[in-house]
């Protein structure tokens, strides 16, 4: 059959949906040259047909009810922006109706991915989820094609922009928490209820979509350890730089002898790290792969246009592939099932900040502590002295987080300490 265009269903026009829309009306041309054939969107589906839209669409592209997209036996490609987990039962059965599916959703691929895509695979179709890590910045792609030819051994990145966005302006702008948060809103860069980023959940759910790629395994969302930075406090930012780091939210993963770790929590980074200059929204992914070496990813983490760049580069993959028969987008279907490793495994630095009394007698009983649990002490400063009470700051040599975890238990049954004020991992490579 000769068709003359390659046709799309859209789920959702909001931020990326109009975002993708745009990109399609701007580079239309180039868009058609690329993929080979025009590429035409039949019908959105939005809950309001009334709601005034960032993009210019024709009216009647817009419907409510889903089945005009899902049994429209001439639409090839369904691209799901609406977001969160109920958007699965749409995406399963475009697939049972043999539609290429397109998505940006994190949540979904993260919680579902390995089941979606098995679907798709006994269906002779495929799931494109370059969007839904990274917003504009190739992650997907580069791990499952380009850096192929290697043992991936760690990952690091910082990839929710929204934490990375008040961290910056914490350090660079000696803001409080509240403050940077509220600004965050105000700018768009946070949502009005930010729990998800704040808490480390958003790049948790990346992060089991990353390493699932990376260590070819696949990734259950409930063994990655999560931490957020809605307890981080500016003067812990403050002492962090003068100790040479910078604070960042980072989601790593790597593949040990034992099994992978994989984690997300706020750790202190080395001023010379490329990531510590990853700054306000932006997002970045550390590779370290066993023959290309150590290679960085960088750019827009999210945002209409960026986010729809991601998603037309995937359409303009499915349109090749239907209009030249040719399948460029490998289904990954991961076949391991690798055990993840406890936290408490571990070997990691840490920085901790305690108030004691001033007296005589704290130091060698705080170092006496972690001699006793085989931790060693890198930098121990005392940060102000005020009325009797001094504030403490220390960075250990890594050691197994079993080891520091009793010593931290030992220093706070120590009566010179009067408390543990925060205690954050410092990554040095
Ligand atoms: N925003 C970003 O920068 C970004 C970056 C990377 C990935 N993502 C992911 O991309 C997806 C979309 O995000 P977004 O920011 O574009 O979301 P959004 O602005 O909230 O847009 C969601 C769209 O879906 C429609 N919709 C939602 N539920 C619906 C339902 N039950 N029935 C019909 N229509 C429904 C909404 O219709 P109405 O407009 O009529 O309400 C809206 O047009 C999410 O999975 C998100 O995680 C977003």
């Known amino acids: 059959m000769v068709r003359d ?79 969160g ?43 494109y989820y370059e969007a839904s890590v990274g917003g504009g910045i190739p992650l997907i792609r580069p791990l499952k094609h380009s850096l192929g030819a290697n043992k991936i051994l760690r990952l690091v990145g910082i990839i929710n922009g929204t ?4 961290l910056t302006r914490m350090d660079l ?25 704040l808490e480390g959940k958003d790049a ?22 999560v931490e957020g930075i809605s307890n981080l406090k500016q003067r812990d930012i403050l002492y962090a730089r003068e100790l040479g780091f910078t604070i960042k939210l980072l989601a790593i993963g790597e593949e040990r002898a034992d099994g992978l770790t994989l984690r997300v929590h706020p750790a202190l980074v080395p001023l010379t790290h490329p990531l510590a200059g990853v700054l306000y929204e932006n997002n970045a992914l550390y590779v370290e792969g066993n023959a290309v070496g150590e290679v960085m990813f960088y750019g827009p983490g999210a945002g209409a246009l960026p986010t729809g760049s991601s ?69 121990i400063i005392q940060k102000r002295s005020r009325e009797g009470e001094a504030e403490i700051v220390l960075v250990t040599h890594a050691e197994k987080e079993k080891s520091f975890n009793a010593a931290l238990a030992s220093i706070q049954k120590f009566s010179g300490i009067k408390a543990v004020k925060s205690v954050y991992r410092v990554i040095r490579k």
């Open 5 to 83: 265009a390659v046709k799309v269903g859209l789920l959702g026009l909001g931020t990326v949906g109009a975002g993708v829309m745009k990109i399609l009306q701007i580079n239309s041309e180039q868009i058609r040259s690329r993929a080979g054939i025009n590429i035409e969107v039949k019908k959105i589906l939005v809950r309001d047909l009334k709601k005034p839209r960032a993009v210019e669409v024709e009216s009647s592209l817009l419907t409510t009810n889903v089945t005009e997209i899902l049994e429209d036996p001439e639409i090839d490609v369904v691209i799901e922006l609406m977001g």
């Open 85 to 127: 987990l109920a958007a699965r039962v749409h995406v399963e059965e475009a697939l049972r109706r043999k539609k290429y599916v397109i998505t940006a959703n994190k949540d979904l691929m993260a919680t579902a991915g390995a089941s979606l895509l098995r679907l798709a695979r006994d269906n002779g179709r495929n799931i």
């Open 163 to 166: 934490t990375n966005y008040i």
């Open 173 to 197: 702008e000696n803001m409080e928490f509240n403050d940077a948060l509220a600004e965050a809103q105000a700018r768009g860069f946070a949502e009005q209820n930010p729990e998800n980023d």
């Open 204 to 225: 948790a759910y990346k992060l089991s979509i990353l390493a699932g790629l990376a260590f070819n395994s696949q990734i259950h969302f409930d063994t990655v350890n």
């Open 311 to 379: 998603v037309v580069a995937d359409l303009i993959d499915v349109a090749r592939t239907i209009n030249h028969h040719v399948e460029n987008g490998i289904i990954e279907i991961a076949f391991h099932d690798k055990k993840v490793v406890p936290l408490e495994e571990l070997e990691s630095a840490f920085y901790l900040r305690l108030l004691a009394e001033d007296q005589s007698g704290v130091f060698a009983g705080l170092a006496n502590a972690f001699s006793e649990e085989m931790v060693s002490l890198d930098m």
